[in-house]
């Protein structure tokens, strides 16, 4: 059974950081063309946030958390992280990861979601 398990995801005051994990069973990231990580906020559409290659570890980000945010993976643990620093009340939303079909940040490739996180920046 394939499934993403995301957490780390709390409430956390404006300028502080956290690191979110995505851990998947059933199929190895190692071997899926990418990994993602979106987010969606009240009222809002779900965005992508940060993505992940599997065959050359290049990464991408969306220009609103870049310098801010680092996706990493270990294939060994079979898990994907979003190091999230800099936080800021726009960055509160609740956060997905997914097993992506191309190497393109977007839910049009989505295979698998992750059930989600909620990430808080409030003060």
């Known amino acids: 059974q394939v499934q993403l398990v995301e957490s780390g995801g709390e409430l956390v005051q404006p300028g502080g950081s956290l690191r979110l994990s995505c851990a998947a069973s059933g199929f190895s990231l190692a071997y899926y063309p990418a990994v993602g990580w979106f987010r969606q906020a009240p009222g809002k559409e779900r965005e992508g946030v940060s993505c992940?290659?599997?065959?050359?570890?290049?990464?991408s980000y969306t220009d609103s958390v870049k310098g801010r945010f680092t996706i990493s993976r270990d294939n060994v643990k079979n898990t994907v992280y979003l190091q999230m620093n800099s936080l800021k009340p726009e960055d509160t939303a609740v956060y997905y990861c997914a097993a992506l079909r191309f190497n393109f940040l977007s839910t049009m490739w989505v295979d698998y979601w992750g059930q989600g996180t909620q990430v808080t920046v409030s003060s």
């Open positions: 992940i290659s599997s065959s050359d570890g290049s990464t």
